[in-house]
T-cell receptor, first 112, second 110 residues
Framework: KAGVTQTPRYLIKTRGQQVTLSCSPISGHRSVSWYQQTPGQGLQFLFE???????NKGNFPGRFSGRQFSNSRSEMNVSTLELGDSALYLC???????????FGSGTRLTVV | LAKTTQPISMDSYEGQEVNITCSHNNIATNDYITWYQQFPSQGPRFIIQ???TKVTNEVASLFIPADRKSSTLSLPRVSLSDTAVYYCLVGDYTGNQFYFGTGTSLTVIP
């Protein structure tokens, strides 16, 4: 059974650019959530999608957005990149309510 | 939002049982308690989830007292490979389950 797949694994972008990260959840999992992890702030929740609808949202600026497609695959977009956006971005999927989440290996984004 | 409190760090010798306690005084009726393990530069890995009493799987046990204001993750006979950060989360699908605290950094000593 394939796990949660995130692409790309590593990414280097310049300040002011935008970036799109992709996440393919485990087959059958309809909930996809995104996190940002940095040494200073730890694991911070970005948003959660369920059946193509954003169901929960963390406390991040509007530059961070996401979407989920009908096949449950999800993308997150960060516009106007800042140096502080450098982080490990993690995606996780779950079959539904009150089940644990399975995380991907993450995308390491470096903004220079 | 059910906030969790865990010890920042713990040390243990190989072969010992390790118990990590998490306080969640404001846990709601619908909230589940979930524990994750994370190694450096990897995503967290689901360990165990419970609602009340005791839950056991092949890697850990989770003890939850009747008032559910705390929970204890028990790792039997730890090995060096159990050195990781352990997170306790409480919540349900409405949103709380997404908030990770600082976690407990467990170091297993030979």
């Amino acid at each position: 059974k394939a796990g949660v797949t995130q692409t790309p694994r590593y990414l280097i972008k310049t300040r002011g650019q935008q970036v799109t990260l992709s996440c393919s959840p485990i087959s059958g999992h309809r909930s996809v959530s995104w996190y940002q992890q940095t040494p200073g702030q730890g694991l911070q929740f970005l948003f959660e999608y369920f059946s193509e609808t954003q169901r929960n949202k963390g406390n991040f600026p509007g530059r961070f957005s996401g979407r989920q497609f009908s096949n449950s695959r999800s993308e997150m977009n960060v516009s106007t990149l800042e140096l502080g956006d450098s982080a490990l971005y993690l995606c996780a999927s779950s079959p539904g309510a009150n089940y644990g989440y399975t995380f991907g290996s993450g995308t390491r984004l470096t903004v220079v | 939002l059910a906030k969790t409190t865990q010890p920042i760090s713990m040390d243990s010798y190989e072969g010992q049982e390790v118990n990590i306690t998490c306080s969640h005084n404001n846990i709601a009726t619908n909230d589940y308690i979930t524990w994750y393990q994370q190694f450096p530069s990897q995503g967290p890995r689901f360990i165990i989830q419970g609602y009340k009493t005791k839950v056991t799987n092949e890697v850990a046990s989770l003890f939850i007292p009747a008032d559910r204001k705390s929970s204890t993750l028990s790792l039997p006979r730890v090995s060096l490979s159990d050195t990781a950060v352990y997170y306790c989360l409480v919540g349900d699908y409405t949103g709380n389950q997404f908030y990770f605290g600082t976690g407990t950094s467990l170091t297993v000593i030979p």
